[in-house]
């Protein structure tokens, strides 16, 4: 049986972590309500971009734009948005192993992928994956997303798809759907897919000013752009909501551990005084 000091020591040292994990789960929920808003200030723009430019690509040639464009099955870019920091539960587990299943299935048929990752962990985990490529990998700028931010990963890879070093982009990242529930999404950026619509059904026309060339060229690449920039809030609001519950729960496991902890020091405690009360009592037998 462990020692009356060591059992004591434990229950420090416990009590020392649950205050850590009720700090850092204190500081994740003040961040989720600002993220949380960020995000949901930015999607009602960015689906009604996608929404738009879907139905756009419906009516218009593919030649009219490089963005429209569908080529061969080449190589694929996968922009894949992960966190910098852990103790988030699965959170970046889920969407890397994601990452790695959806290149691995390769259903669209690409001859191969590249990976873009924004965030450590995404690294960390898919480096040393056998045939997986990575191609740059970005870290330390989940802290603070800004769309500077977005617009510069947007440039570098609408200018990788318009130099034809990718037939396809696609973005993976958890969507974030409350504090306890994020969903790994996989959207494709480029080129973009046109909208389904129905045999009969009325599709929305639209007017170009100044021109249809000026539009297409302005806002295509804007909305790689936007659409990067929902990804990381998105994925930025998941990681802040993915701490905040696994804080809580690491927090509730320190409380039952003490608990046991202290049944154990106090049962401990009681054989320690039995046993110098027999002793006692045996020594002042022995002097009768």
């Known amino acids: 049986m462990p020692s009356l000091k060591s059992i004591k020591k434990r229950i420090g040292s416990v009590k020392n972590t649950r205050q850590i994990t009720k700090a850092m789960k204190m500081v994740s929920a003040a961040k989720l309500r600002r993220a949380q808003d960020a995000v949901v200030s930015a999607r009602p723009y960015a689906r009604k971009l996608q929404e738009v430019l879907s139905s756009l690509a419906l009516r218009e040639e593919a030649g009219v734009h490089p963005l429209l464009m569908e080529r061969g099955k080449g190589r694929a870019l996968v922009v894949l948005l992960t966190a910098d920091r852990g103790l988030c539960g699965g959170f970046n587990a889920n969407v890397s192993k994601a990452a790695e299943r959806f290149i691995r299935a390769n259903d669209q048929g690409y001859e191969g992928y590249d990976l873009m990752i924004i965030g450590r962990k995404g690294r960390d985990y898919l480096k040393n994956r056998p045939g997986l490529t990575l191609s740059k990998v970005y870290e330390n700028i989940t802290g603070s997303i ?91 609001a ?44 045996s020594g002042a037998e022995s002097i009768k």
Do not use: C
């Open 146 to 236: 800004n769309y500077a931010t977005a617009r510069l990963i947007g440039e570098e890879v609408v200018a990788a798809y318009e130099a034809e070093r990718y037939d396809a982009v696609y973005l993976i990242f958890n969507a974030f759907r409350s504090a306890i529930s994020q969903e790994v999404t996989v959207d494709q950026l480029l080129p973009i897919v046109p909208m389904q619509v129905e045999e009969g059904e009325h599709v929305a026309t639209y007017l170009y000013e100044p021109g249809r060339g000026e539009v297409l060229a302005q806002i295509l690449p804007k909305n790689v752009e936007v659409q990067i920039f929902r990804g990381l809030l998105e994925s930025v």
């Open 238 to 281: 998941s990681e802040h909501g993915a701490r905040m519950s696994a804080m809580d729960s690491a927090s509730k496991n320190a409380s039952e551990m003490i608990g046991k902890l202290t049944l154990q020091y106090n049962r401990a405690r009681q054989a320690a005084i039995t046993k110098e009360l027999m002793e006692i009592i």
